[in-house]
């Protein structure tokens, strides 16, 4: 089955802890990205990929680190996870169409529910 | 820079009536636009999308949005609601980049 997948499902730690959340999609997409979503804001883009070793800051990048060393796999890691990065964290991919002209359809992970006491 | 504003971030309609959700974005060159979905907890779905040609845009579950370039909007419409179309709806631009701009989010509730 197609799918994105994101481990773990919720996760609660502490300030300073630092955490990677994994991404993994089996559709050999070349396009990755990251999405915090908290409520009224809708979801933003924290950082995207367009392929292995290609990665670039979205909108709030800002507290976060990624790479992308492998096509499949697209890692969040939080060095030093602070409360306002509590949040609803998601990963998608897509295909990357030609000239990186963004139209392509993401899909998206399950997510991931983040809570920093 | 980009933008994109739903108007409404609550929206109930009995079912067999119109659903109407609201769209607009702010762009200097017509950007790719996105309707998605999310149903509770659960990943983001793509309802519909424009790219080019047909400025009218059918997705799926009935779902259409049609792109006016003049009131830079992108509306989702759907006849008649069904309880199962209860989600969060989500409009979402690209403007030629890799970097998606999503709006806020509409709650849709359909009463029976």
């Known amino acids: 089955e197609a799918q994105v997948t994101q481990n773990p499902r919720y996760l609660i730690t502490v300030t300073g802890k630092k955490l990677t959340v994994t991404c993994s999609q089996n559709m050999n997409h070349e396009y990755m990205s990251w999405y915090r979503q908290d409520p009224g804001l809708g979801l933003r883009q924290i950082y995207y990929s367009m392929n292995v070793e290609v990665t670039d800051k979205g909108d709030v990048p800002e507290g976060y680190k990624v790479s992308r060393k492998e096509k499949r796999n697209f890692p969040l890691i939080l060095e030093s996870p602070s409360p306002n990065q509590t949040s609803l964290y998601f990963c998608?991919?897509?295909?990357?169409?030609?000239?990186?002209?963004?139209?392509?359809?993401?899909?998206f992970g399950p997510g991931t529910r983040l809570l920093v006491l | 820079a980009q933008s994109v504003t739903q108007l409404g971030s609550h929206v109930s309609v009995s079912e067999g009536a119109l659903v109407l959700l609201r769209c607009n974005y702010s762009s200097s060159v017509p950007p790719y636009l996105f309707w998605y979905v999310q149903y509770p907890n659960q990943g983001l779905q793509l309802l519909l999308k424009y790219t080019t040609g047909a400025t009218l845009v059918k997705g799926i579950n009935g779902f259409e949005a049609e792109f006016k370039k003049s009131e830079t909007s992108f509306h989702l419409t759907k006849p008649s609601a069904h309880m199962s179309d209860a989600a969060e709806y989500f409009c979402?631009?690209?403007?030629?980049?890799?970097?998606?701009?999503f709006g806020t989010g509409t709650r849709l509730k359909v009463l029976a």
């Open positions: 998608a991919s897509s295909l990357s169409s030609s000239g990186g002209k963004g139209g392509e359809t993401q899909y």
């Open positions: 979402a631009v690209s403007k030629g980049t890799y970097k998606y701009i």
